[in-house]
């Protein structure tokens, strides 16, 4: 039995962050020294992506004046566009719960294949998590070290379940580490998109090696928040994760015992990073596509129009202009998907 489905049943039968990193004080007027979602008291700077619904694609011939920006709904003048392919620090994180075993060794495959498809100024990190996370290969631009630890990851099992809250606020530590000034820095968790309620219970029953705090979803989204870092995911669903997912449909308390799902999703639209699912056999492909859109990313900065208190949390929305779909005859407002960071702290 599984390790989401059997925390269901049994519980079923037995019931029924860091600190914001120091930004610079004023905006660069040169490109190489712009930083990438930083911000500062006087200047904010974010990345964005455009993208066609249906197919996915990154649409990449945007203009500054294209974009509506606002900040807690008072518009904002970009000041401040570019569209660059800046260098990427990636942290590959790989899910060892025993409902991802089955497809774990294809999606350590799609990993290894995919560090060809990287920038030789790309960096790779690589951990592994269920209960905890695990660092295999701190951050490195050697393929080799990073292909020897995906090549350990893909062998590691355990009888712990998945802790998703305490693995983003560990992991946002590890991405913190980059070593690349500037960079994208992204979390790719490798994962069938399922997680375990972390409470008395299943911290006896599967989180044996977990920490004895464990950090819940707000510390972890606020870590995640002020840390600039993009949460992205590929999901491959097993036939274990079919009958975890069918279980929830079938009884609904199964959702409140054991299994839940939609939390990776979260974490990744607060940060604007994307989401692909993927088979055994098109991973490598997917793998590639989701890389590609987090380097196809536009980068806008801005001047806020309105001073606020230092912490105080700014709400942002973007999106095209009326005059970007008028000039652009093959932009469909209902076909255009904008991504980006939900907010962020002053």
């Given at each position: 039995?599984?390790v989401?489905?059997a925390v269901a049943i049994?519980?079923?039968?037995?019931?029924?962050a860091?600190?914001?990193?120091?930004?610079?004080?004023?905006?660069?007027s040169?490109?190489?020294?712009?930083p990438?979602?930083?911000?500062s008291t006087?200047?904010v700077?974010l990345?964005a992506?455009v993208e066609?619904k249906?197919?996915?694609h990154?649409i990449?011939?945007l203009?500054?004046k294209d974009?509506l920006?606002?900040?807690?709904?008072?518009?904002?003048?970009?000041?401040?566009?570019a569209?660059d392919?800046?260098?990427?620090?990636?942290v590959f994180?790989?899910?060892?719960?025993?409902t991802v075993?089955?497809?774990l060794?294809?999606l350590?495959?799609g990993a290894?294949?995919i560090?060809?498809?990287?920038?030789?100024?790309?960096?790779?990190?690589?951990?592994v998590?269920s209960?905890h996370?695990?660092?295999?290969q701190d951050?490195?631009?050697?393929?080799?070290?990073?292909a020897?630890?995906?090549?350990?990851?893909?062998?590691m099992?355990?009888?712990?379940?998945?802790?998703i809250?305490?693995?983003?606020?560990?992991?946002v530590?590890q991405?913190?580490?980059s070593?690349?000034p500037?960079?994208?820095r992204?979390?790719v968790?490798?994962t069938?998109?399922?997680?375990?309620?972390?409470?008395?219970?299943?911290?006896?029953?599967?989180g044996?090696?977990?920490p004895a705090?464990?950090?819940?979803?707000?510390e972890a989204?606020d870590?995640?928040?002020?840390?600039?870092i993009?949460v992205?995911a590929?999901?491959d669903?097993?036939?274990?994760?079919?009958?975890?997912?069918?279980?929830?449909?079938?009884?609904?308390l199964?959702?409140?015992?054991?299994?839940r799902?939609?939390?990776?999703?979260?974490?990744?639209?607060?940060?604007?990073?994307p989401?692909?699912?993927?088979?055994?056999?098109?991973?490598?492909?997917r793998?590639a596509?989701?890389?590609?859109q987090?380097r196809?990313?536009?980068?806008l900065?801005?001047?806020?129009?309105?001073?606020?208190?230092?912490?105080?949390?700014?709400?942002l929305h973007?999106?095209?202009?009326a005059?970007?779909?008028?000039?652009?005859s093959?932009?469909?407002?209902?076909?255009?998907?904008?991504r980006m960071r939900?907010?962020?702290?002053?």
């Amino acid at each position: 039995m599984k390790v989401k489905i059997a925390v269901a049943i049994s519980m079923l039968c037995a019931a029924s962050a860091i600190a914001q990193q120091n930004a610079r004080n004023s905006a660069s007027s040169s490109d190489a020294e712009m930083p990438v979602i930083r911000v500062s008291t006087q200047f904010v700077v974010l990345d964005a992506l455009v993208e066609n619904k249906k197919t996915g694609h990154p649409i990449g011939s945007l203009e500054a004046k294209d974009f509506l920006l606002t900040e807690d709904g008072v518009p904002q003048k970009i000041s401040y566009f570019a569209h660059d392919r800046l260098p990427l620090s990636v942290v590959f994180l790989f899910d060892l719960t025993e409902t991802v075993q089955p497809v774990l060794k294809p999606l350590a495959e799609g990993a290894r294949a995919i560090l060809g498809h990287l920038k030789p100024q790309d960096e790779v990190s690589v951990m592994v998590f269920s209960s905890h996370t695990e660092l295999l290969q701190d951050f490195t631009t050697d393929r080799t070290l990073a292909a020897d630890a995906i090549e350990k990851a893909s062998e590691m099992k355990t009888k712990e379940g998945t802790f998703i809250h305490e693995d983003m606020y560990e992991a946002v530590d590890q991405g913190m580490k980059s070593t690349i000034p500037d960079s994208r820095r992204v979390l790719v968790w490798l994962t069938d998109g399922t997680a375990n309620f972390e409470n008395s219970l299943t911290q006896k029953t599967i989180g044996k090696e977990a920490p004895a705090h464990l950090h819940n979803r707000e510390e972890a989204t606020d870590k995640l928040i002020h840390s600039g870092i993009a949460v992205a995911a590929l999901i491959d669903k097993s036939v274990a994760t079919d009958a975890v997912v069918a279980a929830l449909d079938i009884n609904p308390l199964s959702f409140l015992a054991g299994g839940r799902l939609g939390d990776i999703n979260r974490y990744a639209d607060a940060t604007g990073g994307p989401i692909l699912n993927t088979s055994k056999k098109e991973v490598a492909a997917r793998l590639a596509e989701l890389i590609d859109q987090l380097r196809e990313r536009y980068t806008l900065g801005y001047k806020p129009s309105t001073s606020k208190p230092a912490g105080t949390y700014c709400k942002l929305h973007l999106a095209l202009s009326a005059n970007a779909y008028q000039e652009q005859s093959d932009l469909r407002k209902r076909s255009v998907l904008v991504r980006m960071r939900q907010g962020y702290y002053r």
